[in-house]
């Protein structure tokens, strides 16, 4: 339904603007910009945010519990194993890119696999081998193009449409649709965004078969991510902000037009309804200035006299 109403404003706007020669222009500008984009995806996001590649035998025990983890969930969702990389950065995030599942890769951080334990890192990538497994790289790539081609138009309305004074409107109306035919597309767009982030944490719940760690992870995240814990790369690329499991801009979350995820408290909440059970508890503030003091303990835990892993 979000997808159609996309197409019916760029169809809407684009007759008004420049009849059919100005729609087909414009789609065909936002569909060369997007398909480059899209096709090379996952190199141009690993690549920016400095993700490496791991093996099922790296030497630290966590990654090598996570690399693992990750393979037995993509087998048993009958999906293809993805490239695992992990991406240096305190704040614990994850998340998804590539075109299609044959060419997809996932990316935790270093602060991820620090920071939760065993059963909420495997339950946030699950989330991510969702994203990939439901096609999600391509539902928003076809969003941005549709949202591109909009603006496109909306830009072409100066120069095509700016003194025609039978257009509705006329020149008012030209700049009316200027201004609020962008910001309704990129409202839709946020708003599948939105809707993906709720399909793909009940299809990580069930690939992961652990929706309470799931929601567990969430609030653990959010909680992080609002604490302080910046994640540098994210703040430079703000564009890319969508693509994590929880928004890693500092900021206060809401579930509202203007917001690329749902409030965490909302998916936690739509997960509780899903699966029932009980969720845990957001996470206290003094967990936020030692993580490491009351999270829960995972398998790879090592004692303090040894190295964390390869990050420092």
Known sequence: MLLAAMTALFVGVGYLIGGPTGMAVALAFALVGNLISYWNADKIVLSMYKAQEVQADHPDARVRTYTSDVREMAQRAGMPVPKITIIEGDQPNAFATGRDPSHAAVAATTGLLTMLDRREIRAVMGHELAHVKNRDTLTMTVTATIAGAISALANFAFFFGGNN????????????????????????????????????????????????????????????????????????????????????????????????????????????????????????????????????????????????????
């Open 165 to 312: 004074r039978e257009r509705p409107g006329g020149f008012i109306g030209v700049i009316a649709i200027m201004i609020l035919a962008p910001m309704a597309a990129a409202l839709v767009q946020m708003a599948i965004s939105r809707g993906r982030e709720y399909e793909a944490d009940a299809g990580g719940a069930e690939i992961s078969g652990d929706p309470q760690a799931l929601a567990s992870a969430l609030q653990k995240i959010d909680a992080y991510a609002r604490g302080g814990r910046v994640n540098i790369n994210a703040e430079r690329n703000p564009a890319t902000a969508h693509m994590f499991i929880i928004n890693p801009l500092n900021g206060h979350g809401a579930d509202n037009l203007f917001s690329t995820h749902p409030s965490t408290s909302n998916r936690v909440a739509a997960l509780t309804a899903r699966f029932g059970g009980k969720h845990a508890a957001p996470a206290q503030p003094e967990e936020l200035v030692s993580p490491r003091r009351n999270r829960p303990q995972g398998p790879w835990d090592q004692p303090q006299s040894r190295k964390p892993g390869p990050w420092g």
